[in-house]
DNA sequence: CTGAAAGCGCTTACAG
DNA sequence: CTGAAAGCGCTTACAG
């Protein structure tokens, strides 16, 4: 006999329903999870009387059982480090992915964990997940080799530049961002637009820098990419802007690859009295409040980071219960088309954003003028 | 006999170290976690063997068998939900909250868990923790309730200000911390210093406004307290603050509650050709990107969220191994004092964040000067 | 100081 | 169509 029972609080088991249907926990096993070997009616009769008992099956009894631990360990460049050196490309797209990754696994009941910053395989059994969901991989990261051969599963929201073929990520159709944006700012008048890009393997940083080139090849136009550390992300972007404004032949828009780098850009504009967008047209490759809240508001391309969070839960769950996995998933992005990009008056230029993503503001807020 | 084994990978168990060691699996569990039966030498050489062998205990058949899920859920505010409504006071806070919480978990052998959108003890059960921080508590929170009483023990990062005398929760010195940015704008010359304050329940709120109105009535000062929605934080605090300066007798300083409110004002004074800190001496509650990197650079109350969470796990951990808990934790805040409320020369404002938690900037960036 | 045995709650191969 | 039994890996009360 053991003294000590871990049914604290009188937890119903699979025992006391099998006891209550008069049936073994087999049957009530197989009635719970839907095993096709039971009539219909008995299955009815113990989902019933499960229910009226309370029961609730112990998620790490099953766990133990299968070998497995219901656990999804979310990786997030940055995070978990010394906390004084939190520093990410773009807050609000990781927090959306996690908010993502979360719902998503939790519907499959799943559990997220967040992964403080480990390196050691000791420290990966310590977590012990039975998949990763890997932001940002760097080309041909280790941690996907390491957690691959200790027989656990990546995803990655965008892909290993040095994975070619492999299916197991989400993403933005990222060269096809940059064109529609491109696109776009040419129409608006940019002739001479640079690419602030970040010094980084990262496969949205490859493909925006490689379709920002190919576009401008089609056009004859003179490509301009600024590599930014990643170091410090807005001194230096501020930094670059500063060099592109005081050159000899300035240009007439900016994309800024990340976040902070539009900040940067927005501080050297503003220090030099260049107007945004009557003298410049700016843009940013990834969606974030600044870029909402700017004044003027910065015309940015939305990632849905949530949708691509969920898209990578499905395909990591899908590779643990040995489905066939259909990936990558390419998730379609939004841009967002705002005053930075707009010259003339346009009084709503948000109203692309009529999809809830947008900040709720009235007209009046969504556009704030110039000062007087 | 069963067919399947959990056994993957060939999993090394208590088992075979007990037949390395010719011992039993009482004395390699004794041995391995320090119960005191066992002599040095036995314990040592077992330890050993379990080393070389590779041996690593199944966290999930120790919770099984305990009745625990090693299992910490973190609640952040509004994280979760539908993914378009992603709309927190700081992203900042939250996600320091969240790699400091992951770390400190990690330490003690527990697994942090990111808590989608939830509500019912259904879904808890679901979920499954073994006990939960919660964040920015509302008055008397009825989710502490409900998993109080569901035996799952909660600690609180900012306290619920309807439970006088618990001592659940981790939080920053607010009365002191406003006192001491009202202290440091009254030396810098403010004489009427506004308040916009959130129209929340929350501590930080409520003891924000009590603090700062006693430090009014103290020094017979007119208090300013402006009530901002948390539904559109940018829109409605740039209206309080353009009210504020377009009423009869503007303010001469503003502390902004939360990051986002430092935006919305940020963008009345710009509007209004308001210079900062000439003008308008401007502070923000809570530390954040944008205050750091604004031009200029604003004063801000580092709350330490990272040190935060970790006092609040710490807490949790002594709830649940039955520890007295010496709560609450009140964790030193930290102001930075910047470009926004330093008049005239002030070369290298930012000193006071020489704790490496400031941006690592050179010196020519830390002091980006208003255009020319 | 050490070991044999029970048992946490569940799933599954197998026998009827 | 249903049940008896084994067993996942571990901890613990108890007996020696």
Redesign the interface.
């Known amino acids: 006999m053991n003294g000590v029972?871990?049914?604290?609080?009188g937890r119903v088991t699979i025992r006391d329903v099998a006891a209550a249907a008069g049936v073994s926990v087999t049957t009530v096993s197989d009635a719970l999870n839907d095993k096709g070997k039971l009539r219909a009616e008995t299955r009815a009769r113990i989902q019933r009387i499960a229910r009226e008992l309370g029961y609730?099956p112990?998620?790490?009894?099953q766990?133990?059982?299968?070998?497995?631990?219901g656990?999804i360990a979310?990786v997030l460049p940055n995070?978990?480090?010394p906390?004084?050196?939190?520093?990410?490309i773009s807050?609000?797209f990781?927090?959306?992915v996690?908010?993502?990754?979360?719902?998503a696994a939790?519907r499959e009941?799943y559990?997220?964990?967040?992964?403080?910053?480990?390196s050691t395989a000791e420290?990966w059994?310590?977590?012990?997940p039975d998949g990763v969901v890997l932001c940002d991989p760097l080309s041909a990261d280790s941690r996907i080799d390491m957690l691959e051969e200790m027989?656990i599963p990546v995803v990655s929201i965008e892909r290993d530049p040095a994975r070619p073929g492999s299916p197991y990520y989400a993403s933005g159709d990222n060269a096809q961002n940059i064109r529609d944006l491109l696109d776009h700012m040419h129409q608006a008048g940019a002739r001479r637009i640079a690419l602030l890009s970040a010094e980084a393997t990262w496969a949205w940083v490859l493909d925006g820098e490689h379709a920002y080139r190919a576009w401008c090849a089609e056009r004859g136009l003179p490509p301009l990419v600024v590599p930014v550390s990643l170091?410090?992300l807005?001194?230096d972007s501020?930094?670059a802007t500063c060099a592109l404004l005081d050159g000899d032949e300035p240009p007439d828009g900016i994309i800024a690859s990340a976040e902070?780098y539009s900040?940067g850009s927005t501080?050297a504009c503003?220090?030099?009295?260049i107007r945004i967008p009557d003298d410049l047209l700016l843009a940013v490759g990834m969606d974030s409040?600044?870029a909402q809240?700017c004044?003027p508001p910065i015309t940015a391309i939305d990632l849905r980071?949530?949708?691509q969070a969920t898209a990578a839960v499905d395909l990591l769950l899908k590779r643990l219960s040995g489905e066939q996995v259909d990936g990558p998933a390419i998730v379609p992005s939004k841009l967002h088309i705002r005053g930075s990009t707009q010259r003339g008056p346009a009084p709503f230029s948000d109203t692309a954003t009529d999809?809830?993503?947008s900040?709720?503001?009235?007209p009046a807020?969504a556009w704030?003028?110039?000062?007087?």
């Open positions: 029972s871990n049914a604290i609080g609730r112990s998620r790490v009894a766990a133990f059982r299968q070998g497995r631990t656990t979310l995070v978990g480090g906390a004084d050196e939190l520093e990410m807050l609000d990781y927090m959306s996690a908010a993502g990754a979360a719902r939790f009941g559990a997220v964990t967040l992964t403080p910053r480990i420290e059994h310590l977590i012990g027989g170091d410090r807005e001194a501020y930094r902070q900040e501080r503003r220090e030099r009295g409040r600044f809240q004044d980071p949530a949708d999809d809830g993503h900040r709720r503001r009235d807020d704030p003028m110039t000062p007087p």
